[in-house]
């Protein structure tokens, strides 16, 4: 009996830039073994940051303060994407951490772009509404399977 | 004794005349703890970590040929 549906493995090899499927208009230059870079930026609650946004800009973004610059920090990727049970999974390997600001208002989203393919948006990540004083923010990732990957296709 | 950042600058955070507050939240997103550091009412200091759980999933579908 055949089975019908996308395989898992494509939606792994997305993630790598393996694929360039239609006409080819937006298939990026690219080095063999090169990863792009991918940056996190923190936006405020009051910002209206979702999943329908293409490019990464500073609309309500943190303003610069201590050791938050606006753009973000560079996400490690030390990890390739892999298939576990069926969904495709990606985490970054190491947290994304900030010390030494206060942020410009209360803030409560983490955006995903990647710098390398003019700044277009990867995923919008929210959490629970925090202020930072004089002080440092790190966001923890978490474990990377198919449960709680950071990015997970099924 | 360690360096603490804090909006008049570096401070000692055993200086008696700080007040340490932490707290927690932990549900089903999130486990997220943070430390405040107040002085004479007024907050000095705020560092939050924040560690994610499940966030949402990409469900994907095909269309039918024929």
Known sequence: MNTAGQCYSFWSELMQGVHALGPGTLTPARIVGTPDVVKAALFLASASRGPGDTTYNTTGELAASGNYTQGGVTVTMANAPSVTSAVAHFTPSASFSWTAFSSSGPFDTCVLYNSSQADRQISVHTFGSQSIVAGNFSLTMPVDDNLTGLLRFS | ?66
């Open chain 2, 1 to 66: 004794m360690s360096k603490l950042t804090t909006v008049y600058g570096d401070m000692d955070d055993a200086d008696p005349r700080l007040e340490k507050r932490t707290g927690t939240v932990n549900d089903t997103r999130e486990r997220t703890e943070w430390i405040e550091y107040w002085m004479d009412g007024i907050l000095v200091h705020r560092s939050v970590a924040v560690q994610l759980k499940r966030q949402s999933i990409a469900n994907s579908e095909i269309g039918r040929i024929g």
